[in-house]
């Protein structure tokens, strides 16, 4: 996949242009307002910075906030703020997800516009942080379920510190799993702390159809001597051996597309053209048994292709301001064939 260099209206490591004018300009930077600068980064480090080792991703900021019509290169971000990713305008892999059916442009404008959270996240964001080593502290709270007022005001107090809250039980399975991930012959491998960097933030522009494109790797290990690199995602399940039916989570989440658009962004972004994507899915229940997967080629094609979709999708909804359903057409619905092979008495009696 070939790629122009990205091209945003934010500051190259994903600040929004309103941040800047809320600021003081305590940094260096001209501001308006009273308010300190979220984007330290701007700030320039005494004595300048050492070339990073061979394979370690360098953070690329921009040195000032771009103008609308400026191209900048700043593919590779290390350390940016979740949220603030989320933020992006760019497509990520789960927005072209949200594009194609049985999902539609409507649906993917609403859910961008309405961000999704639950206890189910808070675990498996959790069980991130402690495998990754990255992302928004846990707090415990020291309840036995969710139903208090006290623990519902406890829980959201910790999400105004930017904190994932956890009843104490789920905490120690959090840990549990952490440490069963660890011991994993090929898992522990594949997220080894000294070997790697968590949470890397790639961005990139699509050649063919122009759009802005982000993803989000949990983690990027270091490059090898011959350019090849193998990245892993991190899922949870709450399958008891997630080893069986992954064929079909694959399919019912699109992780074929996750997949193929995350190759992109490594080739595009230059870490590596040999890249091996492979998924380690661990069950949320105990012995929290760990699976480590790689899709077949023609999974891979069908991914790399629906992709190509959703970026056209995408470029078309972003060129008329129009975010469609399909509530303008009618539908020939069929019974499930098994349903008529069941009741073929009926269809055939006059």
């Not at 961000?115 to 189910?120: G, I, N, V, Y």
């Not at 290990?221 to 193998?230: K, N």
Request: hydrophobic residues 35%; proline residues 8%; glycine residues 8%.
């Amino acid at each position: 996949m070939s790629a122009r260099p990205f091209r945003s209206g934010w500051c190259g490591i994903g600040c929004p242009p309103e941040s800047h004018a809320r600021c003081s300009g305590d940094n260096g930077k001209p501001g308006a307002g009273n308010k300190p600068c979220c984007c330290d980064h701007h700030k320039t480090p005494a004595g300048g910075k050492a070339a990073p080792s061979q394979g370690e991703v360098e953070r690329r900021p921009a040195s000032r906030p771009p103008d609308q019509t400026e191209e900048t290169h700043v593919p590779i971000v290390n350390d940016l703020d979740e949220e603030e990713y989320h933020r992006h305008p760019a497509l990520s892999s789960s927005g072209a997800r949200l594009l194609l059916p049985p999902n539609c442009p409507a649906i993917f404008r609403w859910r961008m516009d309405h961000p999704q959270t639950s206890d189910a996240f808070d675990i498996g964001h959790a069980a991130h942080m402690l495998v990754l080593g990255a992302g928004a502290p846990i707090y415990t709270v020291d309840a036995d379920d969710w139903r208090t007022k006290a623990a519902k005001e406890e829980a959201a107090g910790a999400r105004e510190f930017g904190m994932t809250p956890l009843l104490k039980a789920d905490h120690e399975k959090v840990l549990a799993m952490a440490a069963a991930l660890r011991e994993h012959p090929i898992a522990g491998r594949l997220f080894k702390p000294e070997a790697g960097r968590p949470e890397v933030s790639l961005f990139w522009t699509d050649d063919e159809t122009g759009v802005d494109c982000r993803a989000r790797l949990d983690w990027l290990p270091q490059t090898q001597p011959s350019g090849r690199v193998v990245v892993a995602d991190y899922k949870t399940t709450a399958k008891l051996n997630p080893r069986y039916g992954f064929d079909k989570t694959v399919a019912d989440f699109g992780y074929h597309l996750q997949d193929a658009f995350y190759c992109d962004g490594i080739r595009a972004t230059g870490i590596a053209s040999d890249v091996a994507f492979v998924f380690v899915v661990q069950s949320k229940t105990p012995p929290y048994l760990v699976h480590v997967a790689q899709l077949d080629a023609e999974a891979q094609q069908i991914g790399a292709n629906l992709n190509r979709k959703a970026r056209a999708v995408f470029a078309d909804c972003l060129a008329t301001d129009t975010w469609p359903d399909e509530s303008g057409e009618v539908d020939l619905v069929s019974l499930p064939r098994w349903y008529v092979a069941t009741h073929s008495e009926e269809l055939y009696t006059a």
